[in-house]
């Protein structure tokens, strides 16, 4: 496989991402990894994303890795709602790119990636297909101002807010964790495929918040509920391994 640097400008800043290019002639079909908000804690054992992009793009995908605003590489300061326009602009970016089949265009998201990937894919039909690891209905309230705070302060720590005068509008920010509400977009993904994978030990989003997902959606739909697993699917074998497998049945018919 080949695997490409890039950068993208989005609202005075640069977004950081990697593709990964299946060998054999394309156009392929394109897989888009959104990752979630960081916690602060890095295990120097964790191979990271570039591991997962590697193991779709072996499974033929062409596949993207990038970081958010706030994130990595990229510029800005963490926003959930500048996460909406950054992944519109990383799926304008993908889907102009002559080595992609613009019809097999896949999201994945893992936790509040995957969040901001239900928000897109019902807003724009482009993505063909979704998968959401870990996705929460919904974010927990934030309307305390001395909770709102507290997390803006948690976010500045871990150097994903990087400007002493962001958020301009602390009530907007926060407004923002509302907007994006899942349990408000899922049943807008149908008729295209969903795939919800969650794990049965997760301590951070409830297994129930899956189950609730599942109820709203529309056909057609799959529920992958990995026995013992924990919040980060991406380094659990069988979440991993349902979701090539899922996505190999749609684009190859495997």
Same mark, same amino acid.
């Given at each position: 496989?080949?695997?490409?640097?890039?950068? &993208?400008?989005?609202?005075?800043?640069?977004?950081?991402?990697?593709?990964?290019?299946?060998?054999?002639?394309?156009?392929?079909?394109?897989? #888009?990894? #959104? +990752?979630?908000?960081?916690? /602060?804690?890095?295990?120097?054992?964790?191979?990271?994303?570039?591991?997962?992009?590697?193991?779709?793009?072996?499974?033929?995908?062409?596949?993207?890795?990038?970081?958010?605003?706030?994130?990595? !590489?990229?510029?800005?300061?963490?926003?959930?709602?500048?996460?909406?326009?950054? %992944? !519109?602009?990383?799926?304008? +970016?993908?889907?102009?790119?002559?080595?992609?089949?613009?019809?097999?265009?896949? %999201?994945?998201?893992?936790? /509040?990636?995957?969040?901001?990937?239900?928000?897109?894919?019902?807003?724009?039909?482009?993505?063909? #297909?979704?998968?959401?690891?870990?996705?929460?209905?919904?974010?927990?309230?934030?309307?305390?101002?001395?909770?709102?705070?507290?997390? %803006? !302060? +948690?976010?500045?720590?871990?150097?994903?807010?990087?400007? !002493? @005068?962001?958020?301009?509008?602390?009530?907007?920010?926060?407004?923002?964790?509302?907007?994006?509400?899942?349990? @408000?977009?899922?049943?807008?993904?149908?008729?295209?495929?969903?795939?919800?994978?969650?794990?049965?030990?997760? @301590?951070?989003?409830?297994?129930?918040?899956?189950?609730? &997902?599942?109820?709203?959606?529309?056909?057609?739909?799959?529920?992958?509920?990995?026995?013992?697993?924990? +919040?980060? &699917?991406?380094?659990?074998?069988?979440?991993?391994?349902?979701?090539?497998?899922?996505?190999?049945?749609?684009?190859?018919? @495997?």
């Amino acid at each position: 496989m080949e695997r490409r640097r890039f950068s &993208l400008p989005v609202e005075g800043f640069e977004l950081r991402g990697e593709l990964y290019i299946p060998e054999g002639k394309g156009p392929h079909p394109a897989l #888009c990894i #959104c +990752h979630g908000i960081p916690r /602060g804690i890095r295990d120097p054992g964790d191979p990271g994303y570039p591991a997962l992009a590697q193991r779709f793009s072996a499974a033929g995908f062409l596949t993207l890795i990038f970081n958010f605003r706030g994130t990595g !590489e990229s510029g800005g300061n963490f926003d959930i709602m500048g996460w909406t326009r950054d %992944l !519109e602009a990383i799926l304008n +970016h993908l889907y102009h790119m002559k080595a992609v089949n613009r019809g097999q265009i896949c %999201l994945m998201g893992f936790s /509040g990636g995957a969040v901001i990937s239900v928000y897109v894919a019902a807003k724009d039909q482009r993505v063909s #297909c979704l998968i959401a690891c870990a996705c929460p209905a919904r974010f927990r309230p934030l309307y305390h101002p001395r909770r709102a705070k507290s997390l %803006l !302060e +948690h976010f500045r720590q871990i150097r994903i807010i990087r400007d !002493e @005068d962001f958020p301009p509008s602390i009530d907007e920010w926060v407004e923002g964790f509302t907007r994006v509400r899942p349990i @408000d977009f899922v049943h807008s993904i149908a008729p295209r495929p969903l795939l919800i994978i969650h794990g049965t030990q997760d @301590d951070v989003v409830e297994p129930s918040q899956a189950w609730e &997902l599942y109820q709203k959606a529309g056909q057609p739909k799959q529920m992958l509920m990995v026995e013992g697993a924990g +919040h980060r &699917l991406r380094v659990e074998e069988k979440a991993m391994e349902g979701a090539v497998k899922w996505l190999r049945r749609r684009a190859f018919g @495997d």
